[in-house]
């Protein structure tokens, strides 16, 4: 009979979410969201410098996209350009402002994943990124 409690899809949202909330409330100390600190650990990558590559890695919707780049460009984190050799396409730089804070941001990324993967071998953590994946992939065949 299916139980709930242990349900592959159900412990991982639940745990998805109490880890999120948890790095949201670490973040929120020097005011940035768990989001907009995604944007600017992407966007200072080499690979990631346009509005679509983003998408792709945040897993998130355009539009949704787009609210959040308005506001960090409102908050000068982020510029918007247009990409001259495709009008289409908008190309994303962090400003001096947006490398600031994502370099504020990264000891509190480092500090939170330390603190969630302590007293966890690497071996059991290797497993638990394989089994995460595959059940991605799995989800991904439908």
Not at 34 to 53: F, G, I, M, T
Not at 90 to 115: F, V
Request: charged share 30%; net charge neutral.
């Amino acid at each position: 009979m299916f139980e709930l409690e242990n349900c592959a899809a159900y412990i991982a949202t639940n745990a998805g979410k109490i880890l999120a909330e948890g790095f949201e409330k670490n973040l929120k100390k020097v005011g940035v969201s768990r989001v907009q600190w995604s944007v600017l650990y992407y966007l200072a990558k080499p690979d990631c410098n346009s509005q679509k590559e983003l998408v792709e890695r945040l897993k998130t919707k355009g539009s949704s996209t787009t609210r959040l780049l308005d506001r960090m460009v409102r908050d000068g984190w982020v510029e918007r350009h247009l990409n001259p050799r495709d009008r289409r396409e908008m190309l994303l730089t962090l400003t001096e402002k947006g490398y600031e804070l994502r370099e504020k941001c990264l000891p509190i990324g480092q500090a939170y994943s330390d603190k969630i993967t302590a007293d966890i071998s690497e071996a059991d953590l290797n497993i638990f990124y394989t089994v995460m994946e595959q059940l991605i992939q799995n989800v991904l065949k439908e």
